[in-house]
């Protein structure tokens, strides 16, 4: 058989598959203690109750596919994830970046999503050389390290992501603190300028108040408590400033808008300081490409008329 024929087979069990899942006569039937918790009154008091848990993300684009394989497929990762996750080079900052990025997701499931990806890699690079009889050890080791950027790169994507939205929050955070102090100049109590300043911020830091703010009315807790520890989930200094900035007023009764005025400043300060430090450090790194393509342009310039001299010197000598 060819490497398309496999590739049609494998199309039509997935199809088969499919089709199969969707009839009810092979859908899972509930269990008994399913069923029972019908007639549980505690149990339908909890359903009703205001949840904000965040959905769990799909492996695979197929609801029955993803139901079959998630089990298998966390199951099969747990040593890497031990390895790779736990004790290796991406450690705790992958849980952290994952409950911001991707609540819900936990570490088994994102270490199967790397081994999805490494091995489609994997296998459609041997796919595309089997079918040229190019199975050779370079070609397999060019498919092993394809497999291994297909592994890594939703580690890559997540990271990006993760830095993606601190630089968002870090340049939200001036224009919310300084909504936030125009509303407490106006003579409005905090919570009430959250929730003025929170669904008009569209940003991050704008969802995460927005947030707070819904989470304390369903759980009838200070709002401030939910700020806080999303904002050391986020890891952002400036953002853990900014909330112990608002607890410490809340607390003491001290005046909030000077405050907030003053650390709205100090943020854009410490904006343009980095947007320096980076141009400046894109003027050093120009260096190396700069002498890298002068270098050669010199040589010629200088070297090839003085040779050219010394040879018509010496050969009409």
């Known amino acids: 058989m060819t490497a398309l024929e496999v590739g049609l087979f ?3 069990l997935i199809g088969l598959y499919l089709v199969l899942s969707s009839v009810p006569l092979f859908q899972p039937q509930p269990s008994l203690e399913q069923r029972l918790r019908r007639f549980d009154v505690g149990a339908r008091l909890h359903r009703q109750r205001p949840t904000f848990a965040q959905p769990v993300p799909a492996l695979l684009p197929w609801a029955p596919l993803d139901t079959a394989l998630r089990p298998l497929l966390e199951d099969l990762v747990t040593p890497i994830q031990r390895l790779v996750l736990r004790d290796g080079v991406f450690g705790s900052a992958v849980e952290r970046e994952l409950k911001v990025v991707h609540p819900g997701m936990s570490r088994q499931a994102f270490a199967a999503r790397q081994v999805l990806w490494g091995a489609a890699a994997l296998g459609l690079f ?20 394809a497999g ?14 993760a830095r993606t939205r601190k630089r968002r929050l870090l340049a939200e955070l001036p224009h919310v603190a300084r909504l936030l102090a125009l509303g407490m100049s106006a003579g409005l109590p905090l919570d009430v300028a959250l929730a003025h300043v929170g669904p008009r911020s569209h940003g991050p830091l704008g969802q ?13 807790t200070p709002m401030l408590v939910h700020l806080a520890s999303r904002a050391e989930l986020e890891d952002v200094p400036e953002l853990s400033s900014f909330v112990g900035l608002l607890q410490a007023s809340h607390a003491q009764g001290l005046p909030l808008a000077p405050s ?5 400043s100090t943020l854009e300060q410490r904006a343009v300081t980095r947007l320096l430090a980076t141009a400046e450090r894109g003027t050093i790194k120009m260096l190396f490409p700069l002498a890298l393509v002068l270098t050669p342009v010199v040589v010629v310039v200088t070297l090839v008329p003085a040779l050219l001299a010394l040879y018509a010197l010496v050969r009409g000598g």
């Open 148 to 161: 291994a950027f297909g592994f890594l790169l939703p580690w890559l994507l997540l990271r990006r992501v």
């Open 10 to 12: 494998g199309l039509a």
């Open 126 to 145: 041997l796919a595309v050389f089997a079918s040229h009889a190019q199975l050779d050890a370079v070609h397999l080791v060019v498919s092993v390290f």
């Open 260 to 264: 907030l005025e003053t650390l709205a």
């Open 208 to 220: 995460l108040i927005d947030q707070g703010l819904r989470l304390s009315a369903a759980a009838n």
